[in-house]
């Protein structure tokens, strides 16, 4: 029991450590890019894109080779292996001298953030199956915690020096290395592991599923659609500070509003609307207000009106938990954890698409060259695809139980705004047979 809860602690504060350590970063990082191109917008918004996707891509290919390399070696090295990395990377990232640094520091903290899936097999290796679920929702809370606090800590630190949020960062990453070093055994017996495979290492396999079935593959176009709409705020510092001038604590205050907000609505909101309305209405009743919120964001003329926009974008979180529920009525029970895999490489997609696809647009719509300027043209896009989301939910059939539909609404993960991504953890959270 001791060993359990210790487990259990570690891994709340290693989630949470390392949310707050990218989220620190969060309102600072588009404002270290454009120190480095001398305040060109334009091509800041290029490589905020560029910095985007290749953040994504390193999670999307190396958070299943993680977990996999966990099942063989163990969840120790593999965790303590990230937190190292990552606060050995973001000191490199505090002091890099050009872009190219700051570059391939991006690069590599793509690559050493991809443990949750890890955190998350380690749970499952100490905790029984009847608590798991409490245990899961800890990390939950831990991801949400993490990523309210970090912007509202590294805005400040911001207004000092772009650089000082990734020292702490380094600090906090580091810190939790020590402890996990010093104070938390393995959790994996040797008996209980696999050899590594590039098979399982495989980050899209499990999308064959979701072709399965036709309304599966209806409802996962559809997800598919409001995730990516979701990575809007891959732009969002360089939006305030191109339109609102607003400073780095601003800019990390509105960050953590966004948190507060996605974990009030996910949590407190989602269990109602599904109990009262059914999936299918929630689920239209969430794109509907995430698209009006985005239209306001685009159309804001004052930094005011965009915060407002803030609490009705967020409403767009009770649409995810429906959706999943809709999708998990489709396949048979052996099939869960599968789907739930196929759902998480669907989001790491979305992340791999979405902050080229946003910022490449917002960059093209202030460029001073075209004679049309339109800096609010990326929430207008995400309006749109949440808007035909829309549409394509109101062909989906009404799932039969309710009850099924309230205990996902309440147990489905929360999807935090873009930079941070949990990989695909369903297919990890299963102890090895």
């Known amino acids: 029991m001791k060993t359990r809860k210790a487990a259990v602690a570690f891994i709340f504060v290693t989630v949470t450590l390392d949310m707050l ?25 290029d490589w905020n894109g560029i910095f985007g996707t290749v953040f994504a891509a390193m999670q999307f290919f190396f958070s299943p080779v993680l977990g996999v390399l966990s099942d063989r ?13 990552l ?12 872009m190219s640094w700051l570059f391939l520091g991006r690069i590599i903290s793509g690559i050493t953030s991809s443990s949750i899936p890890t955190a998350m097999a380690y749970i499952a290796d100490v905790v029984p199956r009847e608590k798991r679920a409490g245990a899961f929702g800890m990390v939950g809370v831990a991801f949400g915690l993490g990523f309210i606090l970090g912007p509202a800590i ?13 020292l702490v960062a380094a600090g906090f990453s580091l810190t939790n290395w ?44 559809i997800q598919f659609l409001a995730y990516v709409a979701h990575n809007v705020f891959s732009i969002w510092a360089l939006y305030a ?40 209405r929630t689920l239209y009743i969430g794109q509907f207000f995430g698209a009006t919120g985005m239209l306001i964001a685009g159309l804001a003329r004052s930094g005011a009106v965009l915060l407002a926009s803030i609490p009705i974008i967020s409403m767009w979180n009770i649409s995810m938990p429906a959706a999943q529920g809709m999708m998990t ?8 954890g599968e789907l739930q895999g196929a759902i998480g490489s669907l989001r790491s997609l979305s992340f ?3 902050p080229g696809l946003f910022s490449w647009t917002y960059a093209w719509f202030i460029n001073p060259e075209h004679s049309f300027h339109l800096p609010g043209a990326p929430y207008y896009l995400g309006a749109a695809m949440l808007f035909t989301a829309m549409l394509m939910s109101t062909r989906i059939e009404q799932p039969q139980s309710a009850a099924t539909s309230i205990t996902t609404a309440q147990n489905a993960d929360v999807v935090p705004p873009e930079g941070v991504t949990s990989g695909s953890v369903a297919p990890f959270i299963d102890p090895p047979e």
């Open 178 to 221: 020590f402890w996990g070093y010093f104070f938390v055994p393995e959790s994996l017996p040797h008996e209980r592991r696999k050899e590594f495979t590039l098979r399982r290492a495989n980050p899209v396999g499990s999308l064959v599923l979701l072709r399965s079935h036709h309304e599966l593959w209806h409802l996962a176009t």
């Open 352 to 354: 791999l698409i979405g």
């Open 21 to 45: 350590a990218i989220g620190l970063i969060a309102p600072v990082l588009p404002k270290l890019i454009l120190d480095f191109l001398g305040g060109n917008m334009k091509v800041a918004a």
């Open 329 to 336: 009525h489709r396949v048979s029970e052996r099939e869960q």
């Open 154 to 166: 590294g805005g400040p630190l911001g207004d000092i020096s772009p650089r000082l949020p990734f």
């Open 241 to 280: 500070i191109y339109r609102y001038a607003w400073s780095q604590s601003m800019i990390g205050l509105s960050l953590a509003v966004v948190g507060v907000c996605t974990a009030v609505i996910s949590a407190g909101l989602t269990p109602r609307m599904v109990a009262r309305f059914g999936e299918r």
């Open 87 to 98: 606060g050995l990377d973001y000191i490199v990232m505090a002091l890099a001298p050009t």
């Open 73 to 85: 070696f163990g969840r120790r090295p593999v965790i303590l292996l990230s937190n190292l990395g």
